[in-house]
Structures are given as structure tokens and as C-alpha cells.
């Protein structure tokens, strides 16, 4: 994964959080709806299209303040934790409006996604007491990554 470029999440238009330091992994999976199931001698193909791509991002937020106007590590943390309950609540209150969705954007990758979250799991570890480490699980509505519409 390359990390030379910025890594951030926007919750419409109001919320923005770039992750400065921490990202471990991005884990995107575009999936197959070609599953084949056999039975007698013969064979089922799903033709219904192409599946939901989904992806995950982990890290931490690290400890320091890096000048994003966000403060330090932890503050970033809680800010990132405050998102994601503002995503549920607009997700449940208007579920199919622009406002309500995440948009992710790695530069490094190339990866642009409308999305919405499906989990935030958080962990501290005793060996790391001063970073809380994340996992986030999101589905994606469209993908807008760079070479999303290339052919050839």
C-alpha cells in the first residue's frame, strides 16, 4: 500500500478527518457474483450483476499533534469515533441522502468511494496504552476510484 499521499474521510459536507499517521492496512474486496453452485451434473451461475465492493481501513491515530487542526492523537481518535456516531444517526434519519454517506479518498492508491460504515471496532492494548487502534468496515455506493472507468 502506498501511504505517499493523503489519506481522509468526509461525512458531507461539514466533517473531515485526514489521517496523519497509523494507517496499517486497506483492505478493499471488489468480490465476484459469479458464484457457482452444483448440483446433478450441472451448475448454477449468478448472473445478477457485479457484487458490493466493501473495504476496511485499521491503524491509529498515533499521540502528537500533527497540525491538522484536529489536536492531538486521542482528540483525533474521539473525533474520528464522533463521525461515525454522526454517520449512523444521518444514516438512520435520511439513509438514501449524499449528506448521510462517507467519502473516502487515499490519493497514494488512487481510491475515491462514496460509502457508507458497516462496523468500528476499537481496541487498546497494555503494551500501547496511549493509542487506540481501529478497524473500520465500510460498503461502498460508488466507486470513483482513477481507474474505475479506464478499458483496454
Not at 489519506?7 to 496499517?24: A, H, K, N, Q, T
Not at 459469479?34 to 457485479?50: E, H, I, M, N, Y
Not at 481518535?77 to 464522533?82: A, E, P, R
Request: proline share 3%; with cysteine.
Amino acid at each position: 500500500m502506498d501511504q505517499s499521499g493523503e489519506l481522509s474521510i468526509r461525512l458531507g459536507g461539514d466533517m473531515y478527518l485526514r489521517f496523519p499517521v497509523g494507517i496499517e492496512a486497506v483492505n478493499v474486496s471488489y468480490g465476484t457474483r459469479a458464484a457457482v453452485t452444483q448440483a446433478f451434473d450441472a451448475f448454477w451461475l449468478d448472473s445478477l450483476g457485479p457484487a458490493i465492493p466493501t473495504f476496511s481501513i485499521s491503524g491509529h491515530t498515533g499521540y502528537m499533534d500533527h497540525g491538522y487542526g484536529t489536536g492531538d492523537g486521542k482528540k483525533s481518535f474521539l473525533y474520528l469515533v464522533k463521525m461515525h456516531k454522526e454517520h449512523q444517526r444521518r444514516c438512520k434519519e435520511s439513509p438514501n441522502a449524499v449528506t448521510s454517506l462517507l467519502t473516502y479518498t487515499d490519493v497514494g492508491s488512487g481510491f475515491i468511494f462514496l460509502c457508507f460504515a458497516t462496523n468500528l471496532r476499537i481496541t487498546r492494548e497494555k503494551s500501547t496504552p496511549t493509542l487506540f487502534h481501529f478497524e473500520w468496515e465500510f460498503s461502498v455506493v460508488a466507486d470513483y476510484s482513477d481507474y474505475t472507468h479506464h478499458t483496454g
